[in-house]
């Protein structure tokens, strides 16, 4: 089992920056992908971005790309979500999620953290 754990969520203004952390634990050696995904009241779940685990492959959705940047610190095991000029629209519960693959289907993903809310004020 991996275990993801969000954090840095919260609210903010029009144009400010967040960043959000997800660390995972477990059996790591089974992840070969990292995924952000978020969820708007009454909205399906969508793809924010993804990489792989060894490098290969980045992809951001178009909505965010230029705003947002993955990174992440093997050392602390942990996956960040860097989230600047942001906009209302971006609020939303923010989910990351591991898996095989990289790609932009929530169901191409096995575990998902508790997500955490950012809230963008106009």
């Known amino acids: 089992q991996v275990q993801l754990v969000e954090s840095g969520g919260g609210l903010v203004q029009a144009g400010g920056s967040l960043r959000l952390s997800c660390v995972v634990s477990?059996?790591?050696?089974?992840?070969?992908?990292m995924g952000w995904f978020r969820q708007a009241p009454g909205k399906v779940r969508e793809f924010v971005g993804a990489?792989?685990?060894?490098?290969?492959?980045?992809r951001y959705a178009s909505s965010v790309k230029g705003r947002f940047t993955i990174s992440r610190d093997n050392a602390r095991n942990t996956v960040y979500l860097q989230m600047n000029s942001l906009k209302p629209e971006d609020t939303a519960v923010y989910y990351c999620?591991?898996?095989?693959?990289?790609?932009?289907?929530?169901?191409?993903?096995?575990?998902w953290g508790q997500g955490t809310q950012v809230t963008v004020s106009s």
């Open positions: 477990g059996r790591t050696n089974n992840v070969q992908a």
């Open positions: 999620a591991a898996g095989n693959f990289a790609g932009t289907t929530p169901s191409l993903y096995d575990y």
């Open positions: 990489f792989g685990i060894s490098g290969s492959v980045t």
